[in-house]
């Protein structure tokens, strides 16, 4: 049984296109966040959402809109996508309580062409 | 602000040998540290974690004790397998309830030879 899934798996776009990558966890965690790792592995935390309500926004440009649709999915929609985009995403969840213990789902390789 | 350092990699062990994978922080307050492990074309998993001082963390072999005075949480293993070849990354997390975060460091590829 998948905890964390994520799709598409690896996204291949042109610059100025608009994308949507889409997580679901079946945990039944209240906590859902958007990571992005970068091509020396970097990880950064992009948002995080608490029973579909926005915590966390660090700093990323309003190109990137997150929707948490209910509590097991958290989607991320990127308009006018740039080359700088290129990354590989990740999706986690956690329990209540416990917000440092996070699943990660297994990523999405975004490449901006 | 709160930071993780990592020693720069890669590195390459043969199968057996000693690991240490340095980590040290900065952070304001007390934190609790975590190592988490990412395996090839998966996601990243916590691997173990501490959450004060003195307090030490082990899991499949793998041990970290949280220690203030150097602010420093180094990753060990005594014997490595191929199996542990992945990418392994220090973190941090403050904050509370949902406003709760980790910092990760850049984290470190590590092979480990047959």
């Known amino acids: 049984d998948t905890a964390v899934s994520q799709t598409p798996k690896y996204l291949v776009t042109q610059m100025g296109n608009d994308k949507s990558i889409k997580c679901e966890q079946n945990?039944?965690?209240?906590?859902m966040y958007w990571y992005k790792q970068d091509s020396k592995k970097f990880l950064k935390i992009m948002f995080s959402y608490n029973n579909k309500e926005l915590i966390i926004n660090e700093t990323v440009p309003n190109r990137f809109s997150p929707k948490s649709p209910d509590k097991a999915h958290l989607n991320l929609h990127i308009n006018s996508l740039e080359l700088g985009d290129s990354a590989v995403y990740f999706c986690?969840?956690?329990?209540?309580?416990?917000?440092?213990?996070?699943?990660f789902g297994p990523g999405t390789r975004l490449t901006v062409t | 602000g709160n930071s993780v350092t990592q020693m720069e990699g890669p590195v390459t062990l043969s199968e057996e040998a000693f690991l240490t994978i340095n980590c040290t922080y900065t952070?304001?307050?007390?934190?609790?540290l975590f190592w988490y492990v990412q395996y090839p074309g998966e996601g990243l998993q916590l691997l173990l974690k501490?959450?004060?001082?003195?307090d030490k963390g082990s899991n499949k072999g793998f041990e970290a004790t949280y220690r203030k005075e150097t602010t420093s949480f180094h990753l060990e293993k005594g014997s490595v397998q191929v199996s542990d070849s992945a990418v392994y990354f220090c973190a941090l997390g403050f904050g509370s309830g949902a406003n709760s975060k980790l910092t990760f460091g850049k984290g470190i590829t590590l092979s480990v030879r047959p």
């Open positions: 945990l039944g965690h209240d906590t």
């Open positions: 501490a959450t004060k001082a003195d």
């Open positions: 952070a304001t307050g007390y934190p609790s």
């Open positions: 986690a969840s956690s329990p209540a309580g416990s917000s440092y213990e996070q699943y």
